[in-house]
């Protein structure tokens, strides 16, 4: 499939509010904002989004005509469910900048709207969920989990989340088997795991909702490159979020997240043991804080 083709959105492969509704409740499963500013820090930080907004209406002499557009716009991405993938392509990013800011070891990214935790467990090595005719590229994902001196972490945890070979993640598209493509692999004494998967696919953000509205209406592009996610954690060290991506991907340069870095970048070959492709990727965690 060319990545420039898109995904025709049907009864089979789900519609934007559906992903977005999804997303939405796994967000208010996951995720709990009690407590996380004073009084004053909201004050602040609010006052700072609001003149922001209202100085780009004054300075851009934003008409009413265009303020109704926006506030329709805003309405739609409640309605649609799609608050959680607007926030994660267009904000996230620097979030995840300035909270990982201090690291030393592995660079981590944006964790993105479709994390699911608890995802089913097995001993490297693994073959993640799928289904008996899971189409794609077969890959064997491998590597190795120490401390930032290189030093082997025991008891080491891989939790690898991706699209199909349409760019379609579980639990959030229809037809998909509940985990298909997520697991959980524990690592060996050593730190060293063996993953198989298949190749994921771009991701293109839903053209039917209100983000792809808007994508549409300014003349963007919707893609993501394809990529694998992962937390990794061991007892001791602190768990990074990330995403690795594959070598000549027409979208690793202009990611619509922002969320390609360098070292992310995978080096992918043809597996000379067996089918399909084998990467090896190395991750270095920073100690517990
Ligand atoms: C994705 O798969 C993703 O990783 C992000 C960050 C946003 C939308 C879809
Ligand atoms: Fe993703």
């Avoid at 904000?91 to 030393?104: K, L, M, T």
């Avoid at 060290?237 to 991907?249: M, N, R, V, W």
């Amino acid at each position: 499939m060319s990545v420039e083709t898109p995904v025709p959105r049907s009864e089979a492969t789900g519609t934007a509010a559906e992903a977005g509704a999804g997303a939405t409740a796994r967000f208010r499963a996951n995720k709990t904002s009690e407590a996380a500013s004073s009084r004053e820090r909201v004050a602040h930080l609010a006052g700072r989004l609001v003149k922001a907004i209202n100085d780009t209406v004054l300075e851009e002499k934003v008409s009413y005509a265009e303020y109704n557009a926006l506030k329709a716009w805003l309405i739609k991405v409640g309605e649609d469910g799609e608050w959680p993938l607007f926030l994660d392509v267009w904000v996230e990013h620097s979030v995840e900048e300035v909270a990982n800011e201090n690291r030393h070891g592995s660079k981590g990214t944006i964790e993105g709207p479709y994390y699911v935790p608890d995802s089913p467990a097995q001993e490297t090595p693994a073959t993640l969920p799928m289904r008996d005719d899971e189409p794609g590229t077969p890959l064997l994902f491998q590597g190795h989990v120490t401390d930032v001196d290189g030093v082997p972490l025991p008891g080491a945890k891989v939790e690898i989340w991706q699209a199909d070979d349409l760019g379609f993640y579980s639990q959030f598209a229809p037809g998909l088997p509940e985990w298909n493509l997520r697991g959980t692999v524990l690592a060996d004494n050593e730190g060293h795991f063996q993953i198989n998967t298949i190749r994921p696919a771009p991701y293109q953000i839903p053209t039917d909702g209100a983000c792809g509205q808007l994508i549409a209406a300014a003349g963007w592009h919707a893609w993501r490159p394809a990529h694998l996610h992962l937390k990794v954690s061991a007892p001791g060290a602190q768990l990074i979020t990330t995403q690795l991506y594959f070598p000549g991907d027409p979208h690793n340069a202009d990611d619509i997240a922002s969320a390609v870095k360098p070292e992310l970048m995978l080096g992918v070959q043809d597996r000379e043991d067996g089918p399909g492709r084998v990467t090896t990727y190395d991750f270095r965690l920073d100690p517990e804080a």
